[in-house]
């Protein structure tokens, strides 16, 4: 059974309002070409093809990442990625407050959402990312305590979870 995070409510509504205004600007050349530095050729349409949103959290996670002393090339890939896959089950907004139903329901990008760090973890396979970048996006939604095993992997995957949380 999955804990929630008591703060998790919180922060979905801060993200929430933090989104609304993200989408209403395009982003600017400084802002692609950052992302163009840390992704291969292969994965930049990924990047593109997120909502307007998706890429400025992903910056401002990569960013943050960034800002305390963290350069690996695969976890920035990983920041960048992490969400591409909302998009490709039509994962809006509003739906990433709610439940997920079951996958046969009408319901389906709420599912999606519930399953886009596996999802994600694929087409940036596909692409071509960095195959520590595959695996930490995968492993972005795990709850800290099942990280237990290598510990570099585990310190990116937590700096990579503090990061999205706190963006």
Not at 29 to 38: N, V
Request: net charge negative.
């Amino acid at each position: 059974m999955r804990v929630i995070d008591p703060r998790r409510p919180l922060y979905r509504s801060r993200q929430f309002f933090q989104a609304l205004g993200a989408g209403l600007s395009p982003l600017t050349l400084e802002e692609r070409d950052l992302a163009g530095e840390h992704l291969p050729r292969s994965a930049r349409d990924l990047f593109d093809a997120m909502s307007r949103a998706d890429q400025r959290h992903s910056l401002k996670v990569a960013a943050a990442l960034h800002a305390a002393g963290y350069d690996h090339p695969a976890l920035l890939q990983a920041a960048l990625l992490h969400d591409c896959a909302k998009r490709e089950g039509g994962v809006r907004l509003w739906h990433r407050a709610q439940p997920a139903p079951a996958r046969a329901d009408w319901r389906y990008p709420m599912w999606a959402h519930l399953h886009h760090p596996e999802r994600g973890a694929e087409l940036a396979a596909a692409a071509g990312c960095d195959p520590l970048a595959v695996t930490l996006i995968g492993r972005h939604q795990e709850p800290s305590a099942a990280h237990a095993g290598d510990p570099s992997l585990d310190e990116l995957l937590a700096a990579l979870q503090a990061a999205d949380d706190d963006n």
